[in-house]
């Protein structure tokens, strides 16, 4: 992982341009801050958004509102909610989400969260 130096800075979310993802079905919008391989995004699933893939890299996901189910390639699924939160290193557990009634998330990835043997 190279080095990130952020200096204080604060983020007024509404000013982020959004990029549009479909999914197999729904759409996620982004709203993305890159400092060097970390990156936080703001992250809004449609209603009856489906993953398009299945995603081996990490994730810190903290679930501002809404709900969706993150699915493992195992076969488990796991329901997260407003206030919860998951966490996840690259490589260890391919997964990926669905949104019934759509969700804001908070997701946090990079470098940091590679998987140690």
């Known amino acids: 992982m190279e080095a990130v130096n952020i200096p204080f800075q604060l983020t007024h979310w509404e000013t982020i341009p959004a990029t549009s993802h479909p999914g197999d079905t729904g759409f996620a919008l982004w709203k993305t801050l890159q400092f060097g391989d970390l990156r ?10 489906k993953a398009d893939h299945w995603c081996t890299k ?19 699924k796991h329901l997260l909610s407003t206030g ?12 990926r989400s669905f ?3 759509g ?7 990079g470098g940091f969260l590679k998987a140690h043997p």
């Open 40 to 49: 936080i995004r703001m992250v809004e699933y449609s209603a009856g958004y």
């Open 58 to 76: 990490g994730h810190i996901i903290y679930c501002i509102s809404g709900e969706m189910i993150t699915e493992l390639q195992d076969g488990s």
């Open 84 to 95: 919860m939160s998951y966490e996840v290193s690259d490589d260890l557990s391919s997964h």
């Open 99 to 101: 949104s019934e009634n």
């Open 103 to 109: 969700v804001r998330l908070l997701i946090i990835d």
